[in-house]
């Protein structure tokens, strides 16, 4: 009967067990379920905008063609080389005496030319139009047309050129085009080269100095000689290597004099086998800034050089008063690169491209002014004949003035021929200003309902974390997930028959569907919410959970500040510094409620509670300066501000300490909670420490590899090198993302079993048995101290993909967090909104201490070839992902430790999953908040000269970060959910 009894009773407690795990597991992904649809609701707003305020032009697909199929040719010139050398800055070419700078002085064959044969050649600054992308600055010198700024995001996905351009004229015109180099050509242009002599070689690996070069200067001049120029007309050969030595290294690098000296002598080789007949032109398709970076519109980034040489006497020049005189001579008149478009299609008698906006480059016709004015008028023809073809420009009576007069002044058998060449130059520029301020035309409509849906997003978390209590929204999870997607039909039903009624211009049938699916997701949150709650006791609410004391003014100050900087143009260029001082003010105040403590000669734990916070509040602004010292200044901010964000041996060496220090910071603060127990002592004394051993060993080999003290020395198989490299990143980035994680997921615990006759340790948990006790090690942080090793996995795959002095940065970051863990155990501040509001201040921090500003070129593409030497989806992106954003990501992480540091194994883990939910949902907030200011600011100075130097870049990394703190969301949540459970099934 005893047995009978006993088995009753244990399957009744197996049974309410088996449900409380249930209901703990159903209420968990009620949660994920529910976030999900929040993301959805936040992609769908941020996507519309990005589709009204990224700029489009229209593009005519018509094809231009010479009057009874006789074009103008005022040249002699039968074939043309087109040599581009990608990113040759202007100052790269003209001699700089006295100059102790490596890139000066070393490519001077273009200048002296100039200057010892001014009839026979050429030198210009070559002026782009930013976005300064290399793709779409081959659009422009070839289609004659403008970039907008959404053509930057197509920088690695360039498809066939559709619009009219001169290499497909020359193929229409039965002309051969032989092509060697980049192979962003033959992405653009393909079906027009001769394939027998096509030879691109791939663009992207910015680590690779010599692979294009080499095979340009393998293929071009075979083709040069005499017996094989009857198989080509025209010859394009682009080389990247001082592009690529200005990505890897900056224009200040011993490797970027190699190359310019080595461009010099190619040049030279190349000069001297073209014939009579034959054009060279030399360019560069964008400069570099002092980074070696570029996509911006700098000066160093926009200001290239164009070279033109014919061995026969042809250019002309203009007076004096057209160039800009010089210390290095006169002579350096600038040009628009579409200029090149009508210019290069009328040498070789080509029709000008049709939608081309550039004039003719006036040195190369007015050796005769008639020639000259047939140039200009067949030009301004051209642009004309475009004009009136677009809807948007046709309709622009003063251009279409100008237009007549021109024609009617060109037709007249006697007329000036300067005056009329000024004219058609005002023409030009007035058509080609119109132009720009037309296609700036921004769809306002969906840049309306993007803000509006990324506002209603905000109200509706901040309504869900923080005003309506958890235990009511863990009831209504299901009813906001079930009611959400049944409305996401219903919304896409009633968009579309409005779609169909109304049918608005900037809007079809796919926006419509995605319309309808946010309007979904607001509605099945709305529903379950407002049959509970009125609206006025929602508001009621606010001041009562959400502005309910001087830590949360203080969290709402922080977070109004960082928002309020994207309405000034300089706010946001000094965001770094504004954000430093933020944080550093966290710190001063945390230091003084701190100092504020009574001291009591009877209580020795809040004694030593107020030593403790007084000595984390001094390391958070300690460490908070430190951090700041790491500098990688965007232009705007010189002469105020100086980059140190280099790679020298002095930062390699600092790796060697931090791979020492970190795993001994971290095994202190485990040691709080007597947690440095079995995983932890795996997983940091030697997972994380050899880990920072391999990076360290990593970068002192990219050193070795790229210093000239030791690159130069024959024992040093550079080859060997590389292998090494490839080898450790890939085996940390595998390990890290992969294998730890899966280790990870099976379940490390950080707690040990002691059998002693007396402790006391508030860290443990006793259980008596005939006289000794049991007492389980690191009970009180179980479940921080398991999570946390989740967190050294992501933060061993960020510092592999980050340069020496950001390391040192991440170095700064962990630590900081560390004492915002224990200023929030010690204030007693763990769910507080302060806290998750520092925490994002801590991720752009490190952001911009990492070597990164919100600008294009300060991108590191080059840490996509950190694992491999070729273009591989994914292996690429990750590693530049992992570098741009490793401090969200660690943030993002550690927004779902708040809830959990220092807690033993709850006896109601639905309440404390809801806490995680809470704190990181306020999180997904607060960066939201951050999005939704710079959207709004961002429309507001939509004209501004700045939108798109500073506002729009600013913008769309809100947006960025919002996608990816997003995403690393989900993996917290399930993460943390993963770790409450696991002590759940152990525990019960």
């Known amino acids: 009967m005893d047995s009978v009894l006993r088995q009753r009773i244990l399957k009744q407690v197996g049974d309410r067990l088996n449900i409380r795990a249930k209901k703990l597991n159903n209420s968990h992904w009620s949660y994920v379920k529910v976030l999900i649809l929040f993301i959805i609701l936040q992609l769908i707003g941020v996507t519309f ?4 305020f990224l700029l489009s032009r229209t593009v005519l697909d018509n094809t231009s063609t010479c009057v009874n199929e006789n074009c103008f040719k005022p040249s002699h010139f039968n074939k043309a080389v087109l040599i581009v050398i990608d990113a040759l800055r202007f100052d790269f070419v003209i001699p700089n005496e006295g100059s102790k700078e490596m890139y000066h002085n070393q490519l001077p064959v273009l200048y002296d030319l100039t200057q010892s044969h001014k009839e026979n050649s050429l030198l210009l600054k070559f002026i782009a139009d930013p976005p300064t992308t290399t793709l779409q600055r081959l659009k422009g010198l070839t289609t004659g047309s403008l970039p907008t700024f959404i053509d930057a995001g197509s920088n690695f996905n360039g498809d066939v050129i559709d619009e009219d351009n001169w290499i497909s004229q020359l193929y229409y015109n039965n002309k051969s085009v032989a092509f060697i180099g980049d192979d962003t050509w033959t992405a653009l242009f393909n079906p027009f080269f001769n394939q027998k002599l096509s030879f691109p070689y791939d663009s992207l690996n910015v680590w690779d100095l010599h692979t294009v070069d080499n095979g340009v200067i393998e293929h071009i001049f075979p083709l040069l000689e005499n017996n094989n120029k009857k198989d080509w007309d025209v010859m394009i050969a682009h080389l990247l290597g001082v592009d690529h030595a200005g990505h890897r290294y900056g224009p200040k690098h011993f490797s970027m004099a190699a190359k310019l000296k080595q461009m010099n002598e190619f040049i030279s080789n190349v000069i001297s086998e073209i014939d009579n007949e034959t054009l060279l032109l030399v360019m560069g398709d964008h400069g570099m800034d002092q980074t070696g970076n570029h996509g911006g519109e700098s000066k160093d980034e926009v200001e290239a050089a164009l070279f033109m040489y014919s061995k026969k006497p042809f250019f002309g020049r203009l007076e004096d008063s057209y160039y800009n005189i010089s210390n290095a001579g006169k002579y350096h008149r600038s040009v628009n690169q579409i200029d090149l478009v009508p210019t290069l299609s009328l040498l070789l008698g080509l029709p000008i491209p049709y939608n081309n906006l550039g004039i ?33 420009l046709a309709g622009d009576e003063e251009i279409n003035n100008k237009y007549q007069e021109l024609f009617e002044i060109y037709k007249k058998n006697s007329y000036d021929k300067t005056d009329f060449n000024v004219a058609a130059l005002n023409y030009q520029a007035l058509s080609l200003d119109r132009c720009k301020n037309l296609w700036a035309r921004f769809d306002l409509l969906s840049i309306s309902i993007g803000v509006s849906l990324l506002f209603v997003s905000l109200c509706l978390m901040l309504t869900y974390s923080k005003i309506i209590p958890s235990i009511v929204i863990c009831q209504l999870n299901d009813q906001f997930f079930n009611v959400g997607v049944f409305s996401m039909f219903l919304g896409i039903t009633i968009t579309n028959s409005i779609f169909f009624v109304l049918r608005p211009e900037t809007l079809n049938f796919a926006w419509s569907s995605l319309l309808g699916v946010g309007f979904g997701i607001i509605i099945g949150i709305l529903v379950p919410l407002m049959d509970r709650y009125s609206i006025p006791w929602l508001l009621a609410q606010i001041r009562e959970n959400v502005l309910d004391g001087g830590w949360s003014y203080l969290s709402f100050a922080f977070l109004l500040i960082h928002c309020l900087i994207f309405a000034s143009n300089s706010f946001v260029i000094w965001e770094d510094k504004i954000v430093s001082f933020l944080l550093s003010t966290f710190g001063f105040i945390s230091l003084i409620r701190n100092l504020q403590k009574k001291y009591s000669a009877n209580d020795t734990s809040s004694n030593l509670s107020k030593i403790l916070g007084i000595y984390h509040s001094l390391m958070f602004i300690i460490l908070q300066r430190l951090s700041s010292t790491i500098t990688l200044c965007r232009e705007e901010q010189h002469p105020y501000c100086r980059s140190n964000f280099e790679i020298t041996w002095w930062s390699v060496l600092l790796l060697y300490i931090t791979s020492y220090l970190l795993p001994e910071c971290l095994k202190a603060f485990y040691n709080i909670t007597s947690s440095y127990q079995t995983a932890a002592q795996m997983w940091i004394s030697k997972g994380l420490k050899y880990s920072m051993v391999c990076v360290a060993v990593y970068w002192t080999l990219e050193l070795i590899e790229h210093d000239d003290k030791f690159s130069s020395l024959s024992f040093i198989n550079l080859e060997v090198l590389k292998s090494i490299k490839l080898t450790i990143s890939r085996t940390i980035l595998g390990i890290s993302l992969i294998a730890a994680n899966i280790s990870w997921s099976f379940g490390p615990i950080c707690i040990k079993l002691e059998i002693n006759d007396n402790n006391n340790s508030k860290e443990k948990s006793a259980v008596s048995n005939k006289g000794k006790e049991a007492y389980i090690v690191g009970y009180g942080n179980v479940y921080g101290s398991s999570y946390f090793l989740l967190i050294v996995n992501f933060l061993v795959a960020v510092l592999m993909a980050t340069k020496p002095l950001g390391e040192l940065s991440l170095f700064l970051l962990v630590n900081q967090i560390l004492s915002l863990l224990e200023l929030a155990d010690i204030l007693q501040l763990k769910n507080h909104s302060i806290i998750t509001v520092v925490l994002s201040l801590l991720a752009y921090s490190n952001f911009f201490s990492t070597g990164h500003q919100a600008t294009l070129q300060s991108i590191q593409w080059e840490i996509g070839f950190l694992a491999t ?44 999953i809801s806490k995680i939910a809470e704190n990181l949902i306020f999180f997904i907030m607060i960066n939201l908040f951050l999005a939704f200011g710079s959207t709004l600011m961002t429309t507001f100075f939509r004209r501004h000269l700045m939108v798109w130097k500073i506002f729009a870049p600013r913008c769309f990394f809100s947006c960025m970060v919002l996608i990816v703190i997003n995403a690393i969301t989900i993996i917290t949540i399930v993460s943390t959910g993963f770790v409450v459970k696991k002590f759940f099934y152990i525990t019960n």
């Open 49 to 52: 905008f990005l589709k009204g």
């Open 869 to 912: 030497e070729t273009i591989m989806f994914p292996f690429n992106q990750i590693p530049i992902i992992l570098n741009t954003f490793g401090g969200f990501i660690i943030c993002s992480l550690t927004a779902g430790l708040l809830s959990v540091y220092k807690r033993s194994p709850s006896s109601k883990p639905i309440t404390l």
């Open 360 to 392: 003719p480059i006036q040195e190369c016709f007015n050796n005769n002014i008639e020639n000259l004015a047939r140039a200009n008028f067949e030009t301004v023809t051209q642009i004309q004949n475009y004009r009136n073809s677009s809807s948007i």
